[in-house]
């Protein structure tokens, strides 16, 4: 699966966190398959390790992988994350992935409250964390290159379709991505006089690890999932993130909804 020949997205150095399964990982490639180089960050380190091998094994015009393990809600890992990007590739990060999430099945009346406060750590205090160290650096080095619209810069945050339409069957999880959606739409107007692009990608259901992460109940969901099939997979994701960011640097995409075709709500 590719959007275009390998080479669209040389020179862009990314990150991408979340990158051991699923949308992640399916970024990681498909933006390498384009040429971009990649810091891979996620906490399972093997899984990361074989990300990398089969990044090195894409061929000509691929772009190189790094491994940061770590755990991503953590200020000390993502100051990692971009100081590697940085010193691996030779200049500041213009693609920041902000991936790592994710769900939680029930309503605040229904949903495990053991869970709140790590999804709200994962999901939003750390996704902000990583928006505010990538947003300052990515600012910073736009103002010394003075290089807008030569070079493009993007933030892209995944937010959800129950992050624009709450659904008491997760919604708990839908408040935390109305939260980081409301939160890339501020940076985006405070970033866009920089030539910086925020953008906030909205999926609806993509399978991945996020269904058993989340605790839906397998046979339920798997008969929702049954009934609008297929829906998404990582790769269309994937191919989206490569879409939008291979635009030329005036040419924001800004908000986007994707959804399994059959999928009518939310
Ligand atoms: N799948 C969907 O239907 C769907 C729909 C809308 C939005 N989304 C959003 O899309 C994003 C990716 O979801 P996905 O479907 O790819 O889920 P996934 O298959 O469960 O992957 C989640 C990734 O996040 C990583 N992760 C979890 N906690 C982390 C932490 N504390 N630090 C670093 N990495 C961490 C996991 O790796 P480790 O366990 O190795 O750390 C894994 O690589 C999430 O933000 C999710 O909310 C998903």
Redesign the pocket.
């Known amino acids: 699966m590719s959007t275009s020949a390998a080479g669209g997205l040389s020179g862009r150095v990314a990150i991408i966190?979340?990158?051991?399964?699923?949308?992640?990982r399916a970024c990681a490639l498909e933006l390498a398959r384009h040429g971009a180089s990649v810091v891979v960050?996620?906490?399972?380190k093997e899984?990361l390790d074989d990300l990398v091998a089969q990044i090195a094994s894409l061929g000509d015009g691929a772009g190189r992988g790094v491994v940061v393990a770590g755990?991503?809600?953590d200020s000390g890992v993502i100051e990692t994350i971009l100081d590697v990007a940085s010193s691996e590739f030779g200049r500041e990060a213009d693609l920041v992935l902000v991936?790592?999430?994710?769900?939680l099945a029930g309503s605040p009346l229904t949903s495990d409250e053991g869970e709140w406060e790590r999804m709200y750590t994962?999901?939003v205090v750390?996704a902000s964390r990583l928006i505010r160290a990538a947003g300052q650096r990515m600012r910073d080095d736009a103002e010394r290159s003075n290089d807008y619209p030569k070079r493009a810069r993007d933030i892209l945050v995944?937010g959800?379709?129950v992050g624009k339409n709450i659904s008491p069957f997760s919604s708990m999880y839908g408040g935390s991505k109305f939260a980081i959606g409301a939160i890339a739409e501020a940076v985006r107007r405070e970033l866009a006089p920089k030539g910086i692009r925020v953008s906030l990608i909205c999926?609806?259901?993509?399978r991945?690890?996020?269904q058993e992460?989340a605790g839906y109940d397998p046979e339920k969901f798997g008969a929702l999932m049954e009934s609008i099939a297929p829906v998404l997979e990582?790769d269309d994701i994937a191919r989206l993130v490569c879409f939008m960011t291979s635009q030329p640097a005036h040419v924001e995409i800004n908000d986007v909804m994707i959804r399994p075709t059959r999928q009518e709500y939310p």
């Not at 960050?41 to 399972?44: H, Q």
């Not at 999926?203 to 993509?206: D, G, R």
């Open positions: 966190t979340g990158a051991s399964a699923g949308i992640g960050n996620a906490r399972r899984r755990d991503a809600t991936n790592a999430g994710r769900g994962l999901n750390g995944l959800s379709s999926p609806a259901i993509v991945s690890e996020f992460a990582p």
